[in-house]
């Protein structure tokens, strides 16, 4: 288990000097780096904050809110309520299918699978959403891109299973379906099927009004921004608050299911290895899954003006039907790193890289897409 002081020392010990790890990375570009490290299924948490953030404050999850997405639709799978490979235009209304293809593309759109959705095969468009301060549209008018939308429409630009293109325009399109299959909005269908089993008291797609326990965004460690944050209606793609802690509670539960053969997990093992099953080199449904080495999975996050997060699961998935390939894979271990600030990357890749040297766990591989610096 890692001593903070120990990870305090590491990091203090490339500051300037008589720095505490406070200041060390609040100089560094964040006000408040919250952690939380999972080792052998204990997980411990603390946050290093100059403005008073602890480690129940929730922060913007950002993409990260994807995979949690993710493992409410697996749970749906396993309840028979939906298929992997369910084409979306049987589960959604004509308008909006009609909205993500021309006519002369909507034999295209046809094509379109749940699996497709949640591996960025989708052909869908739109990378991300900047959020808004005030007035944010339902998901189906983001969909439109009309009105006051701030993204371009979503629509098919490519082809259905054919290349990866990281879509939040298809997360969108899901979060509808998930409305729909459930007839719930989407904070309570993930509430329902994710955030109570596993215990995940301080997780939200929608804050409630009360909760006063929020992280502030910054553009570095010294400057706010002029938003404490903003909202995102894509709340499948972009929507999460939500601590470090709880985040790694996913990532055990899944490592919990894939090590389950008796299918009594959060998961069956079949769907655990379908989920991190690479689709396209690097990508498995939903979770970014580097196959050199092979021994994690993980996902980033990027929100405006001022969030950057990460979290990685350590894991054999290298699936062959045998015994592990990976002897040296930590048992139910993993790093969460949470920040308020746009200057984020380099303080998390720190503090995730310097953990894992501290507990002597295989260097955390880059995921595609995100920055590993």
Known sequence: ???????????????????DLTDALAEQGCPSTSIAILD???????CISTI???????????????PITGMATMKLVQQGKIQLEDKIVGILPQPIVELLGTHQTQHLVAQITIKHLLS????????????????????????????????????LEGLPGQDSSYSGGGFTVLQIILEIITGKGFPAVVQQL????LGMNRSFYSLPKEEANIARAHYTGRTACEDKARVNPEQAAAGLWTT?????????????????PDNTSFLTQDLARQMLTEVTPGMALTWFKPTDPGVAFGH????????????????????????????????CSGICVMTNSAAGNHVLWKVVHAIAY???????????GYPNA
Request: hydrophobic share 30%; proline share 10%; aromatic share 8%.
């Open 40 to 46: 052998r299924g204990e997980i411990t948490s603390r």
């Open 120 to 155: 960025h095969t989708s052909g869908l468009s739109v990378h991300g959403f900047p959020g808004y301060v005030d007035n944010p549209p339902d998901a189906p008018t983001v969909l439109s891109g009309k009105n006051s939308v701030n993204t371009p429409p979503v629509y």
């Open 244 to 260: 470090p802690t709880d985040l790694l509670k996913v990532v055990r539960a899944l490592q919990q299911s894939l090590e389950n």
């Open 358 to 368: 501290l507990n002597r766990w295989p260097q955390v591989p880059p995921m595609h």
């Open 52 to 66: 008073g953030d602890d480690d129940q404050t929730v922060f913007q999850a950002c993409s990260i809110s994807k």
């Open 1 to 19: 288990m890692t001593d903070f002081c120990d990870l305090e020392q590491i990091i203090t010990s490339q500051s300037a000097a008589h720095c």
């Open 300 to 331: 980033g996050g990027s929100n405006e003006p001022g969030w950057r997060c990460f979290v990685v699961g350590y894991a054999d998935t290298l699936f062959d039907g045998g015994p592990a390939r990976h002897d040296d894979v930590p048992q």
């Open 194 to 197: 994710v955030f109570r089993p």
